[in-house]
């Protein structure tokens, strides 16, 4: 009797669970893969160039009910008229859930992991990667609903992949490969590129390594202080005296270089003086950062106004370093 009893009241926990079923990539069947390649191209146009058709086609009733919501994080992103639209699929989820559920979509392939909660009890996610502008890869992470016998779109979530076509693990082997050859500056500059890189998914997409690479980056800017004291440092060799700001990343004829920034009390009009100054902080910077590898083809230095100009805005004035020859690039 006692078993019986047993049996009763442990029952019911079985009937209250709920099972999921998760597909990935090759494991998706492929007429259904297929039917999701024609959407993808429709939905990346249409973040492409706002068109609202699509979204009544393809969009649920909450999602087009609420689109101006739904959709203003794709319009926050530049999206240059120029650049061809170019969709290059990463991932494809096919989820089967009993009842809604929060869901942690992970892809050991591409590093990354997508967290959305189902309306449906079929859905399909479709990760692309398109090229947004002259600057910047994003990845799309377009999450249907199958209702009825529709797959109507619930979400669409952006996040920025690369930046002049390097991703966040690439310019972590970059810090690495500097790092290696005592160039801490230059370690520091990639290190933190990818850093802010994976850090802008927010609560939807996470990389793998963050922690890591988080840790990395703080590590070469204690570092950095340690050895040339604590930010900003004042450059003594110019007159007035400016700060070096810190240390950034440009991007010139195809490549990453060391951007070096530091403020500037000369009006940014004064080019004469800005380019006496340029050259000073130069050679502060040869006499004092030996880890800063000079021996790349180009360093950039920016010049920030620490005071408004007569049009009541911080300007800036750069200067290119290519091989000892100094170019200005104002701003």
Known sequence: MKKILMLLFTAPLFVNCSSTDVLTNNEIESALRKSFQVKSDSIAMAVRTNE?????VLGSEDFYAHLSKKTKPLKDIYWSPKIQSEVVVMDEFHVTQDGIKNHELHSDKNGYTLHFANTQKESYVSILKVHANEQQHYLLAVVYGLTG???????????RYSFFGYSADDMYELAK????????????????GALNLIINGGKDFVFDGESEKKDYRNKLFKQLESRHGKFPVNIQDTNPASQLLAFDMAY?????YTAVHYGSWIPMDNVPDLTTEYVNVKVYIQDNFPDLDRSQPYIFYRAFAQVPG??????????????????????
């Open 252 to 256: 010139y004829k195809k490549g990453l």
């Open 149 to 159: 016998k529709k797959w109507k779109i619930d979400k669409v979530v952006p996040v």
């Open 52 to 56: 609202n058709s699509t979204y009544y």
């Open 177 to 192: 490969e500097k790092e290696a050859k005592g160039f801490t500056v230059d370690a520091f500059v990639f290190a933190n």
């Open 310 to 331: 007569s049009n009541g805005r911080y300007g800036m004035y750069g200067f290119l370093d290519e091989n000892g020859k100094a170019k200005s690039r104002k701003r």
